[in-house]
């Protein structure tokens, strides 16, 4: 073993870990730290994904843009405490939920020894203890999904059904225009070891994405809101793509690559397994629309 991966793999070990954290094993090319934090707020759980890196990694984020950044996180809660989120932060120019998120990535960052600005972070009501991890690797690449997934609540068919609420402009004194969504989303972190250019991180999203596509068609998932439609997905999925530090270059991770078809690959079995779990979805002619019977 070379002393540059000795010294690497001495970082990993240093990353900070959490009391009490459940460790979640990685392949030791992605060059990173997992744990699932349990804590609690008024009696009900909450549960957070936390994967840390030791310097920083370009990502992209549906909620935050592209950073370069030392973690990224998903957190569920207890879907009583969204909904008592909704009513008790919400404020008139934002939800309930994106103060009460803010809120836990202040608290996530500080535990992780970090300012709020070096943290990526999705949410979710879907139990983290239905998370699906899938690796897929073929020299030189190595690719982690880590999904967590909930679709009875609000699936959609995206381009067929209608959407209502309208963001609150934060210099209008009019607020938000619709109510909170109901509980479901379907949230991915996708990890690899390449080094993937931010055009390849955006390119990566639509890999995904279509995978994620591909699993609910396959089991069937309908959508909430119009009757006998497909769900392509919920309305409020999101997904962050870390790219690695020293893999491969990667500029085209399209379905034609050979990381791409690991990318869609990792991301289909891993919609497909957290599905069962959070909701009992299943690949089965004999369960009609996919419900677990």
Not at 94 to 108: E, L, P, Q, S
Not at 251 to 260: A, D, L
Request: aromatic share 4%; proline share 3%; net charge positive.
């Amino acid at each position: 073993m070379n002393m540059k991966r000795i010294i690497l793999l001495l970082a990993i070990f240093l990353i900070p870990s959490f009391a009490a954290a459940e460790e979640i094993a990685l392949h030791q090319d992605i060059k990173a730290r997992a744990a699932i934090v349990r804590s609690n707020r008024d009696g009900l759980w909450e549960k957070t994904l936390v994967v840390q890196f030791p310097r920083e990694r370009r990502i992209l984020s549906t909620n935050d843009g592209v950073l370069n950044t030392k973690a990224v996180a998903n957190h569920s809660a207890h879907p009583q405490l969204w909904n008592c989120s909704g009513d008790t932060m919400k404020t008139g120019h934002k939800m309930g939920a994106k103060v009460y998120m803010r809120d836990i990535k202040k608290r996530t960052a500080h535990n992780c020894g970090l300012g709020m600005e070096n943290l990526a972070m999705m949410g979710t009501s879907a139990d983290m203890d239905n998370l699906a991890v899938v690796t897929k690797a073929h020299h030189p690449f190595v690719v982690t999904a880590l999904v967590t997934a909930g679709a009875k609540g609000n699936a959609v068919r995206t381009g067929v059904d209608e959407g209502s609420y309208v963001e609150a402009d934060p210099a209008s004194v009019t607020p938000a225009t619709s109510k909170e969504t109901k509980p479901g989303t379907i949230n991915i972190i996708l990890l690899t070891n390449a080094r993937v250019t931010d055009g390849g991180m955006v390119r990566a999203v639509i890999t995904a994405t279509e995978a994620k596509t591909a699993a609910l068609e396959d089991l069937h998932v309908p959508s909430t809101y119009t009757k006998n439609a497909q769900a392509t997905g919920t309305g409020t999925d999101g997904i962050i793509i870390v790219s690695g530090s020293s893999g491969p270059l990667v500029t085209y991770p399209g379905g034609h690559s050979r990381i791409g078809g690991l990318m869609g690959k990792a991301v289909y079995e891993a919609v497909v397994e957290a599905l069962g779990k959070q909701n009992g979805f299943k690949k089965s002619a004999q369960t009609g629309m996919g419900f677990k019977k």
